[in-house]
């Protein structure tokens, strides 16, 4: 069983900054693929970013092409923590984000990971 517990959101202004951690806790995670979601009001869920195991200390991040080069997900295993750095941030990414996870390969499909957290706030004002 895995926990995971968001944090880092808020309100920012257009063109701020905001980092977000998704701590994990009950079993180590380095091999596991750990992706960030979002939700906004009357939207599905959908995909951020994710970052999956190569191998050794090598892995491989994937964006949506709506954050790309914006964003930055990275993984501190030492802490098990995975982070999503957004920068330049619009209104369009006000949303509830949440990270997950999942042993394998990462996936931009909600319903293929495992394990989730209870979601955090980012509202994005202009």
């Known amino acids: 069983q895995v926990q995971l517990v968001e944090s880092g959101g808020g309100l920012v202004q257009a063109g701020g900054s905001l980092r977000l951690s998704c701590v994990a806790s009950?079993?180590?995670?380095?091999?596991?693929?750990v992706g960030w979601f979002r939700q906004a009001p009357g939207k599905e869920r959908e995909f951020v970013a994710a970052v999956k195991w190569i191998r050794g200390n090598v892995y491989s991040a994937d964006y949506a092409d709506s954050v790309r080069v914006r964003f930055t997900i990275s993984r501190d295993n030492a802490k098990n923590t995975v982070y999503l750095q957004m920068n330049n941030l619009k209104p369009e990414d006000t949303a509830v984000y949440y990270c997950?996870?999942?042993?394998?390969?990462?996936?931009?499909?909600?319903?293929?990971?495992?394990?989730w957290g209870q979601g955090i706030q980012v509202t994005v004002s202009s």
């Open positions: 009950g079993r180590t995670f380095v091999t596991y693929a």
């Open positions: 997950a996870t999942r042993g394998g390969s990462s996936s931009t499909i909600p319903s293929e990971y495992d394990y």
